[in-house]
């Protein structure tokens, strides 16, 4: 390993941790998933920052939290004068090149200040989306079986891209980012990943907990997206489906990690595996994400590590945040962060799993009444989405999670909060806030979220200005065009 390792950073959209086998899931392959966690270190405890794509993604860059400095829409990107990683690594010496156009992170000119490459060099030829049949599947995101008719996707382009630049690689140091789309809905793919999977034999769905204790978006989705009814077998179908798209991706992993090694650059190269959030798929009765989504399925990362000449076939249960990759990267690049961030470097976890890093996990999300003119308007088949959050923001309002190893606690700005005993209850169904005899619970972790909130409300810029600064005025007698009064 040199003193600056090459990364690859991989990253799917809307993965859930438990959907990998590496993570637990016995129903799947991801030989690729799980080679390179052989390798290296999975952490069955990471938590995203946010449940939507945006915000998380400016999360994960940055070492900020959501609320940090307002990163919390699809359409309040990272800014030119906010740092975020790739940037950071390109002042520090290293070639940085994104494979593909997944956006949603920068805005507009941020991306060509922070990487020298980006897009394709074997271009897309289809898009994503389409027509869905006919009946519930659009309200459940689902196309299923797309055609193989040679056309390339945006994921598969970018995937050619990555294998084409690694085949003549600058020299060393380089940062790959490999973002896809996959496996995000609509559910959809093609042969042999959609046959892949035995229909009868993908688990269920976690069933609704008690209405009562659940929060209300959970009724009002299922109500006006007319999926209450919807079959197990209907359900297991789509769930078939996004196991057939995390194949695919897999198999992507599988080469992109061999073009890698081809290139003889695998002993100087740290590979980062993580998503940016989860996906609902049934549970509860649900699909997709929301806004103040704070449910394990939508909210804990697949993360893995692997290289670094660390141990492999480790696995970790530390609290993790997200943040946390941000200062993981730039402590093994030997780089040093040019801001303050929140984010506790996992190196001393890829050297010893059993260290102790963070007490708690925090995740937060939605809105205040006062921003709903501020929301999306999404088109079909998000707009009932858009449609329920404009007429009750309430639906969406702001909500923080913080867990620890035992307890999940729920803290919503407009409903009554939630708590659940994470080891008994683990698809967090039945809410044991307000009951006597968890109060000194409830009351610790409410402390700790006021605590977080205060602690990571703002950061001092990196920069200060003079208290007295020179200001430019007229002569004595001119006239003055702007008068100071």
Not at 25 to 39: E, F, K, M, Q, V
Not at 61 to 81: D, F, I, Q, S, V
Request: proline share 9%; charged share 25%.
């Amino acid at each position: 390993m040199t003193s600056r390792p090459n990364f690859v950073i991989f990253m799917p959209d809307q993965l859930r941790a438990d959907a990998v086998g590496a993570f637990g899931n016995p129903h799947i392959g991801t030989p690729h998933i799980d080679a390179l966690a052989a390798r290296g270190t999975t952490f069955h405890q990471a938590y995203v920052q946010h449940p939507v794509c945006s915000p998380s993604r400016a999360s994960i860059l940055t070492g900020w939290y959501p609320h940090t400095a307002g990163h919390r829409t699809l359409t309040h990107l990272l800014k030119e004068h906010e740092p975020n990683l790739l940037r950071i690594l390109k002042d520090a010496g290293y070639h940085v090149t994104w494979a593909g156009m997944r956006g949603d992170t920068f805005a507009p000119g941020v991306t060509e200040t922070s990487v020298h490459e980006y897009g394709f060099s074997a271009m897309p030829t289809v898009g994503y989306g389409g027509e869905y049949p006919d009946g519930v599947w659009s309200r459940l995101f689902y196309r299923g079986r797309v055609p193989d008719d040679g056309r390339i996707d945006p994921d598969e382009a970018a995937v050619r891209s990555a294998e084409r630049w690694l085949a003549n690689p600058p020299e060393q140091p380089w940062v790959l980012f490999v973002p896809l789309v996959a496996p995000h809905c609509p559910f959809q793919v093609e042969e042999p990943w959609f046959s892949r999977f035995d229909r009868d034999a993908v688990p269920d769905p976690a069933a609704p907990g008690d209405p009562l204790g659940e929060p209300r978006y959970m009724r009002a989705v299922r109500e006006r997206y007319g999926i209450g009814e919807v079959t197990p077998e209907q359900w297991r179908e789509v769930v078939a489906t996004y196991y057939g798209m995390i194949a695919r991706l897999d198999d992507q992993l599988g080469r992109v990690m061999g073009a890698v090694a081809d290139a003889g650059a695998a002993d100087d190269t740290v590979t980062l595996f993580f998503a940016d959030h989860g996906e609902y798929l049934g549970d509860y009765g649900l699909i997709e994400k929301w806004p103040s989504a704070m449910h394990d399925c939508i909210t804990r990362d697949p993360l893995i590590i692997s290289g670094g000449g660390f141990a492999g076939g480790q696995t970790s249960d530390a609290m993790v945040e997200m943040v946390d990759v941000l200062p993981t990267v730039l402590e093994l690049a030997g780089v040093e962060a040019p801001h303050r961030h929140f984010g506790r470097s996992l190196v001393p976890l890829l050297r010893d799993p059993a260290a102790p890093h963070r007490e708690y996990a925090f995740t937060e999300g939605g809105f205040t009444v006062e921003e709903e003119p501020q929301l999306e308007r999404p088109a079909f088949p998000y707009d009932l989405k858009g449609e329920l959050q404009h007429e009750d923001p309430t639906l969406v309002g702001k909500a923080v999670a913080v867990r620890d190893r035992e307890w999940t606690y729920v803290w919503r700005l407009y409903e009554s909060p939630e708590l659940y005993r994470r080891a008994g209850d683990p698809q967090e169904r039945v809410n044991l806030a307000g009951r006597g005899e968890h109060a000194e619970v409830e009351r610790r972790l409410r402390d700790a979220v006021l605590r977080w909130m205060v602690e990571t409300a703002d950061v001092l810029p990196a920069g200060t200005d003079p208290r007295l600064p020179q200001v430019a005025l007229p002569a004595p007698g001119a006239s003055l065009r702007h008068p100071v009064i």
